[in-house]
Nanobody
């Protein structure tokens, strides 16, 4: 059964860091482009970062977030530093059906995890 499971969310103070993990079962992530998305209450789901044959970041997180993958663990990570209150959202990972240049558009992705909550607050 194909499944993506996010973990690593939580409550952190502004300026703090978190590392999110996206672990896959039922597919080998080395053959898939992976995206990270987030959705805040009352807002559209937006692309944060992605990794495929290239990597990409939304302007709002560039320089603060870093995406990486460990193919041996079949896991993709999102390291988030210098977190801000506006980063508060449910974070989702998603997989494309192929390994290709990644995109920050949610319509490009075929498989989704259930999400993990990130709250940045003092």
């Amino acid at each position: 059964q194909l499944q993506l499971v996010e973990s690593g969310g939580g409550l952190v103070q502004p300026g703090g860091s978190l590392r999110l993990s996206c672990e896959a079962s039922g597919l080998h992530l080395r053959y898939n482009s992976i995206g990270w998305f987030r959705q805040a209450p009352g807002k559209e789901r937006e692309g944060v970062s992605c990794t495929g044959t290239d990597t990409a970041y939304a302007g709002s997180v560039k320089g603060r977030f870093t995406v990486s993958r460990d193919n041996a663990k079949n896991t993709v990570y999102l390291q988030m530093n210098n977190l801000k209150p506006e980063d508060t959202a449910v974070y989702y990972c998603a997989a494309m059906g192929l390994y290709r240049p990644c995109r920050l558009s949610k319509d490009a992705y075929d498989y989704w995890g259930q999400g993990t909550q990130v709250t940045v607050s003092s």
